[in-house]
Structures are given as C-alpha cells and as structure tokens.
C-alpha cells in the first residue's frame, strides 16, 4: 500500500537536499529504484541526496539519519545533508538551536544560529589506509595512484566516508568528470571513492571542484571540503581554519589537529516542500 510522505526540498552550498521526517512515522525508506525516480526531477522533485530522519532510540541524540544518493546507494556521511537536517529540526521549533544527531558513521553536534549559518562536528579524520578503506602497505602523507599509465599525488582520507584529494593548479580547467569518475572506482578504494580538485590559494582559503561517489559533481560536498581542508594542513599547507570556495558557495572547516573534530560551517536553507508517493 502506497502512502504520501511530506519532504523539505533544501541545498547546502547548492547541493539539494531531499529531507524526509520520518520521526513521527514507521515507513521503511524507498527502494533503490525509487529513490533513483525520486532523484531525477524528471520523474521525482530531483537531489543529489535524500536525508532519511527517524527517531533514536537514544534520547541524548534528537534523530538519527540515514543518506541516500540519488543512484540510490546508501552512504555513511554527508555534510551538506546533516546541515539542512539541522536546520529543519530547528525551524521545527522542538528542537533547541544544539543539539547531537546520530549518523551512520557516529554522533553529530549541530549549532544553528540566529543567521541561518549551520555548524557541525564531522568527527576525526581517518589517515590509516585499511580504515579508508585504500590499498596501501602503509599510512603515508602522499601516496601515488596510477590512472590509465599516468601517475598523480594524491592524499586518502576518511570523513566518515572515503575522499581522495589532487591539488591542482585551477579548478575551473580541472579534469574533474573524466579523471574523477576514474579514480571513484579505482581498485585501490575497494569501496570506490570522493574525488577532490582542490588549489590552495592561501594559508586559509582554497578552492574546491568535488566528484561525488555515486553523484558525479555536485555544486558542494561538505565532507569534500573538510577532507580537502585536513589534507592540507597535514601537508602544513594550511591554517586551522579554511574558507572552501566551491561552485555553489563557500563553507568554513575548522581543524585543531590530531583527535580533534573536525567542524564544518555553511548555510541551510529551504527550496520547497510537496509530497512523495511511497
């Protein structure tokens, strides 16, 4: 038996974000294929991520989420995604303005703020290679991936989800369909991967292209810039606090090193709402 689900249609940085609550409700979320009509706006409202709410079980955590590509794959982190459920959980007023979530790769704390902005707790960055996961004999700063008879520098990090970043020296030329699509199925990320194109352009600022896995590129990716963010202040290339320039706007990672958090700042904001046949 069918049933009509209310949605938020909402964007990180550009990034649109399909927010069902189900907190109130026991539907199982779609199937594969519905998921992928639902994400294609010609035959659903279109996303680049559906953000599945439902209640925990646990009440120092005020939802839990599940993450959806619009391929209809389920992935661990999105922080784009977790911004706009913070957002929505604040604008629904039962909610305090702080408060934890619990997301597949563990508990999230959100901060919203009078303007909008949206502040969340990404966990630590993992560097060792088999928690990626990456095929590697051992952690290194740099590691060369071989594509297609050519070599690049790359750097291999977990932010709940696996990224690998290249430094390029302009975005906006950057190969990212083509090189990216590659390396998200490369052999050596046995879960495929995030792809990053990232130039430095100061101490606290980069730009930032990201092929997303199971996406293709996307106006942003949040766990995109702070695994761009953390890479390049492993290199000592950067400060503990980052602007990331994408196409669909700009976002803050912050980093104190070691078994820090890692913390993401941007904004959340709604498109739409309608209704979904489930």
């Not at 990180?12 to 639902?38: C, F, H, K, Y």
């Not at 959980?89 to 902005?117: I, Y």
Request: proline content about 5%; aromatic content about 6%.
């Amino acid at each position: 038996m069918s049933m009509n689900v209310s949605y938020t249609r909402m964007h990180g940085t550009g990034n649109v974000i399909l927010v069902v609550d189900m907190r109130a409700g026991t539907i199982a979320p779609p199937t594969a294929q519905r998921i992928r009509e639902l994400g294609n706006e010609a035959t659903g409202p279109g996303f680049d991520q559906l953000m599945w709410v439902s209640p925990s079980e646990d009440p120092a955590h005020a939802a839990r989420y599940r993450i959806f590509n619009a391929d209809g794959s389920e992935v661990e982190q999105c922080g784009n995604g977790v911004r706009c459920v913070a957002a929505m959980l604040a604008n629904t007023g039962t909610h305090a303005r702080s408060f934890t979530l619990l997301s597949p790769a563990g508990p999230v704390e959100a901060h919203v703020d009078d303007d909008g902005l949206v502040e969340v707790s990404m966990g630590v960055p993992e560097f060792e290679p088999s928690r990626v996961p990456f095929v590697a004999e051992r952690r290194q700063d740099r590691y060369e991936l071989d594509v297609d008879g050519l070599s690049y520098d790359v750097c291999v990090v977990s932010m709940g989800n696996p990224h690998c970043v290249l430094q390029v020296d302009d975005v906006a030329t950057a190969p990212v369909a083509a090189l990216g699509a590659r390396i998200e199925r490369h052999e050596r990320f046995p879960e495929k991967t995030n792809v990053g194109f990232v130039c430095i352009t100061g101490r606290n600022s980069i730009d930032l292209r990201v092929h997303e896995r199971g996406v293709g590129e996307t106006a942003a990716c949040g766990t995109g810039a702070c695994a761009a963010a953390v890479t390049g202040q492993l290199l000592g290339l950067l400060d503990t606090e980052v602007s990331v320039r994408l196409p669909g706007g700009l976002v803050v990672v912050s980093w104190r090193g070691g078994q820090e958090p890692v913390w993401l700042t941007g904004n959340a904001e709604t498109l739409s709402e309608g209704t979904i046949d489930l």
